[in-house]
């Protein structure tokens, strides 16, 4: 900001005053760096005339020689001086116009919305570990029981095998193995009915059908309360992030503006001439004039 203050040059006027000034100091130095100590005469051999090719300086001019410098000096420190002020105003409307909505709100006094996270949801372990004593203990019971009974009775399970097999040898009672005077009869005598079997085939699946009724009614419970939780976060959530989308864009809003009027700020700053720099300042205007 040192470069800086309330009345001064704009970017466009510091810049073409430097060029000037450039123009200046080069014509400067051209003089300067082609002086010659001496002057150059040139004539045909056999003539008396000659004529003047180059002069060389003299020596009053070798007191120019020092403010010549000092001017060129001057010159370039201008030159210096406006291409640092137009850096650092650029640097500034760039700085402004990259603000960061947390720094901006810093600047401000104000709060950011916090971004809602969605919640986590119950699972039916979290369901089951809010139920008391008894009722856990029977729904892993029932859990236990169907899955004893429902093994056993199923199409590929052990009793389902028995009583095939039963239906079998009731049809074919005798096997053999073997053959001439090693061959061996076995002789399989049903020791219960099909009836029976049947029976408690039946009996065993309407068990199961009980218990697995029952367990499917705790089941529905645990489904309906996981429900009811997706309900009540997903509207929570509905709610948060509505909240803070409307938040969002008030303070989004106050954040452009603030933004916008920084960039405004820095690029309306003047630059100012310091006064060792003034004289040779108001040299060069007068040339632009």
């Not at 056999?46 to 004529?51: A, M, R």
């Not at 009793?159 to 061959?183: F, N, Q």
């Not at 929570?236 to 405004?264: G, P, T």
Request: aromatic content about 8%.
């Amino acid at each position: 900001m040192i470069f800086f203050a309330d009345n001064g040059l704009t970017t466009t006027s510091a810049n073409h005053l430097a060029n000037l000034a450039k123009e200046a100091y080069k014509s400067a130095e051209s003089d300067l760096n082609n002086i010659k100590f001496y002057t150059t005469e040139i004539g045909l051999l056999g003539s008396n005339s000659s004529n003047t090719l180059k002069e060389g300086v003299s020596e009053s001019y070798l007191t120019t020689i020092e403010p010549t410098l000092m001017k060129i000096a001057s010159l370039k420190s201008l030159i210096a001086w406006l291409r640092e002020a137009i850096k650092a105003k650029d640097r500034l409307i760039k700085e402004a116009s990259t603000l960061s909505d947390k720094d901006i709100a810093e600047a401000i006094n104000i709060t950011l919305p916090e971004m809602p996270h969605p919640y986590m949801r119950l699972s039916s372990d979290d369901v089951v570990a809010s139920w008391n004593i008894k009722q856990r203990n029977r729904y892993y019971y029932l859990d236990t029981v169907c899955s004893v009974i429902g093994s056993y009775i199923h199409p590929d399970g052990g009793y389902a095998t028995a009583k095939d097999d039963l239906i079998k040898i009731l049809s074919e009672k005798h096997t053999t193995s073997g053959s001439g005077r090693d061959l061996v009869i076995y002789t399989r005598i049903p020791t219960v009915s099909i009836e029976d079997v049947n029976n408690t085939f039946f009996t065993l699946q309407e068990e199961y059908r009980g218990y697995q009724a029952e367990l499917n009614s705790m089941k529905h419970q645990i489904e309906l309360a996981l429900q009811e939780d997706d309900r009540e976060k997903s509207q929570k959530e509905e709610e948060e992030s509505k909240a803070y989308q409307a938040d969002s864009r008030v303070i989004s809003a106050q954040i452009s503006n603030y933004r916008k009027e920084m960039v405004r700020k820095m690029q309306s700053l003047k630059i100012v001439i310091p006064d060792s720099l003034k004289g040779i300042y108001e040299s060069i205007s007068k040339i632009g004039k």
